[in-house]
């Protein structure tokens, strides 16, 4: 299906025949559809799940305010290359956030009016910026050095709070499955079973492989670009995690 | 384009029934498709063309083999963060596919990677478009996937699964230990995951396998088992299994066959031999050959000759299977080939090698003298790079 069909049959489920007789609402541009979808969890008919575009993605680069773990979307439709260089397709790119963060069963296709709209808005953005975005994934799990308490506070707040809402108590979280820290997350990795030194080692290894690498869950990785190793010493500091 | 839409929508409101107030319909933004896919296409256009996958780069090297430079080098694999070890790539130019096997190898060192001993995760079948490398489909198969070959007559994918976790299992009772071969009928729709697949339990760590001309029968080197398995490939069961070589441990990894069919080539690296079987429902040892090292895929030039790569030291052995002997035999240096893993002839005689280099840095592809087996030419691929699957032009 083209994107002019897809705009078509968009527009003519609006007006359709047999439809009560109503003012129709004027159809909102398909940039504009995006946007909206860019910031909605209904990229993904999942019914679980929690995320959009906007968890773990600026539209554009936004100085320091947040800590995100995927790239700024302005000039995703111009990059050949993806996730660290494993993909090179944009569409697959999508489809691997909408499956592993967004329990998303079936892939997008190019031709479907949600990604003609998603699309549409990423090209409005343009032109961003079209270079290779560095994903640097750590996969061998090391102990860390300590690190400064009240930075690690701000880290939190910055990269944490949006997901897991305010520290201890969740206050804000996106939802009851995402676990209070550290609370819950010790809790799943109780003592002795897991001594204080893999307990830390746990938390550094949902940082850096979220869902992928034998862990599992819905959460994202954060490479070595958007949080540097001394951020996480300072992290697990403010969490109390202190592996001793 | 435009034009035909605004009067099929007008057509469509003048249409109804029913008297509706109608907003205006916005412009669509653009005539472009949407999510274009710009990867690079690979056209054959009168060359001999290589495909090699790169195990620890999760990617696929083009080759343009007239000319020995790498087209390009494409990412492949379903997970894009863990390591989707792909492996021996297959092509079939009449369907327009390549097919190649992710085997997910260990390589997290982490808390929950331990714990769940790497998974074993399972792994998959993938056929890939010839031309750019998109997905075409996949099929899930059993752990550790790790050799793959197509019947002569493109009806049948064999997938072998060296599966050491399960040939490590602590129990007396070998089926237990046994892994399957995986066979699948590319024929059958792989885009939505419904292709035809069946499991044959075969053997301990089953690695390298063959199929007879007719696709009918399955010849496994089965290296926990230090044996070639005969699997009947319609009755789906183990007919056959012949010691692998007259040791008391062979260890067989790599087998081929040659082109007309008649021919086995079996390499066991414990022993380093070589050993040239028969074909047919029970194949028989016909020579075994000393090799000067770990001998691996052997390229089969018509029925008479093979050229055997062995690795520490590295390098190249020809055998003339007319008098089962060994014509010749050469070393390369490091630096020029390391680690070499699979010879291939293309149809005009030019003679190709691959070398895996140290797992860790760039692997190459070389062209040898086919008389004397100089390298002439090289191309660097990945890292950890598979065997080579050749296109003629």
Redesign the interface.
Same mark, same amino acid.
């Given at each position: 299906m083209s994107r002019h069909v897809g705009w078509l049959v968009s527009a003519l489920g609006l007006v359709g025949c047999g439809a009560p007789a109503a003012r129709a609402e004027p159809t909102q541009p398909l940039a504009e559809q995006g946007e909206t979808l860019f910031a909605s969890r209904k990229l993904s008919p999942s019914s679980i799940n929690l995320f959009t575009c906007s968890t773990c993605h600026d539209a554009r680069p936004s100085g320091d305010a947040r800590i995100k773990p995927g790239a700024p979307l302005a000039g995703a439709t111009l990059r050949s290359s993806f996730w660290g260089g494993q993909e090179n397709d944009l569409l697959l790119s999508l489809d691997a956030c909408r499956s592993t963060f967004m329990n998303a069963r079936d892939p997008l296709a190019a031709d479907e009016p949600q990604a003609e709209a998603l699309y549409a808005y990423l090209e409005s953005l343009e032109p961003g910026d079209a270079g290779t975005v560095p994903f640097t994934v750590v996969r061998e799990i090391a102990n860390l050095p300590r690190g400064d308490a009240a930075r690690g506070a701000q880290v939190f707040e910055r990269a944490c709070a949006t997901c897991h809402g305010t520290p201890h108590e969740g206050v804000g979280r996106l939802g009851l499955r995402v676990p209070v820290l550290p609370e819950e997350t010790l809790e799943a990795h109780p003592a002795p079973t897991y001594s204080a030194r893999v307990q830390r080692l746990v938390f550094i290894e949902k940082t850096r492989h979220g869902a992928f690498l034998g862990y599992g869950g819905f959460m994202p990785p954060f490479s070595t670009e958007v949080l540097p190793d001394a951020n996480l010493s300072d992290l697990l500091e403010a969490l109390g995690v202190l592996g001793e | 384009? &435009?034009a035909l839409?605004r009067s099929? =929508?007008l057509f469509?409101?003048l /249409?109804?029934? +029913? %008297?509706? *107030?109608? +907003? $205006? =319909?916005?412009?669509? =933004?653009? %005539? *472009? $498709? =949407?999510?274009p #896919? #710009? %990867?690079p296409r690979f056209e054959r256009g009168g060359r001999l063309l290589g495909y090699v996958a790169n195990r620890r780069a999760?990617s696929v090297s083009v080759l343009d083999l007239d000319a020995m430079t790498e087209l390009g080098e494409?990412?492949v /694999?379903r997970? $894009?963060? *863990?390591v989707d070890g792909p492996r021996h790539a297959v092509a079939d130019p009449a369907a327009g596919a390549l097919y190649l096997v992710l085997s997910y190898p260990l390589? +997290?060192? %982490?808390?929950? +990677?331990v714990?769940?001993n /790497?998974?074993p995760r399972d792994g998959y079948l993938l056929e890939l478009a010839l031309d750019d490398l &998109?997905?075409l489909g996949s099929v899930r198969v059993a752990p550790s996937p790790t050799e793959l070959v197509l019947s002569d007559d493109r009806r049948l994918l064999a997938v072998t699964h060296q599966d050491t976790v399960l040939a490590l299992k602590n129990t007396p009772d070998i089926d237990a230990r046994r892994a399957s071969l995986a066979l699948v009928q590319p024929t059958s729709d792989m885009s939505d995951g419904a292709a035809t697949l069946s499991l044959v339990p075969t053997c301990v760590a089953p690695a390298a396998v063959a199929l007879s001309g007719d696709g009918t029968r399955a010849y496994v080197a089965c290296t926990g088992e230090d044996t070639l398995a005969v699997v009947d490939t319609v009755g789906k069961a183990v007919t056959a299994r012949i010691p692998a070589g007259a040791l008391p441990a062979n260890k067989p990894y790599a087998l081929t066959r040659s082109p007309a069919g008649t021919r086995l080539a079996l390499s066991n690296q414990v022993a380093q031999t070589l050993v040239v079987f028969s074909t047919g429902d029970v194949p028989a040892p016909l020579a075994t050959l000393p090799t000067s090292g770990v001998p691996f895929f052997a390229g089969f030039h018509g029925e008479s000759e093979l050229l055997v790569p062995v690795q520490e030291p590295d390098g190249v052995m020809r055998v003339d299977l007319t008098t089962a002997t060994i014509a010749q035999a050469v070393t390369y240096a490091d630096d020029t080939c390391q680690n070499p893993s699979d010879a291939h002839f293309s149809a005009d005689g030019r003679v190709f090698l691959v070398c895996e280099g140290n797992h860790y840095g760039p692997g190459s592809v070389v062209e040898l003298d086919p008389s004397t087996l100089a390298i002439i030419a090289r191309v660097d691929v990945g890292v950890y790079p598979d065997r080579l699957a050749v296109v003629e032009p």
């Open positions: - | 384009m &435009r839409v099929l =929508a469509t409101v /249409g109804c029934t +029913a %008297s509706h *107030d109608v +907003a $205006p =319909a916005p412009e669509p =933004a653009s %005539s *472009d $498709p =949407a999510f #896919r #710009r %990867s999760d494409v990412p /694999g997970d $894009p963060v *863990d390589v +997290a060192d %982490s808390p929950h +990677a714990e769940n /790497g998974g &998109r997905p």
